[in-house]
């Protein structure tokens, strides 16, 4: 079965740090590229940074040199590791996979988690 559980989630204030979780069935690890996706209140969703199968990452501009993508083969899990949240971070966060890597990053992934809560103050 294809599942996706994200966790790790909260409230922090602006400045600080979270990593995030997501625990995947070891078919969809193993198969598909890995990315996490947010959604604020009254904006589209949006990527934030993906894994693709082959390990190259990407990110939207604004999480640059703040957030890390990465994943830990034994455990199954992909992580979003962010550091020097601002305001403008909070938002749902979604994991998903997808073997398309063109479909991944525009978010048109197969198979969704069903969100962690992320909530920077400033």
């Known amino acids: 079965q294809d599942q996706l559980v994200e966790s790790g989630g909260g409230s922090v204030q602006a400045g600080g740090s979270l990593r995030l979780s997501c625990a995947a069935s070891r078919y969809t690890y193993m198969g598909y590229g890995l990315g996490w996706y947010r959604q604020s209140a009254g904006k589209e969703r949006e990527s934030v940074a993906v894994?693709?199968?082959?390990?190259?990452?990407r990110y939207v501009d604004s999480v640059k040199g703040r957030f890390t993508i990465s994943k830990e083969n034994a455990k199954n899990t992909l992580y979003l590791q962010m550091d020097s949240l601002k305001a403008e971070d909070t938002a749902m966060y979604y994991c998903?996979?997808?073997?398309?890597?063109?479909?991944?990053?525009?978010?048109?992934?197969?198979?969704w988690g069903q969100g962690t809560q992320v909530t920077v103050s400033s």
């Open positions: 998903a996979a997808d073997d398309s890597p063109s479909a991944l990053w525009a978010g048109r992934g197969n198979y």
């Open positions: 894994l693709y199968k082959g390990g190259v990452t």
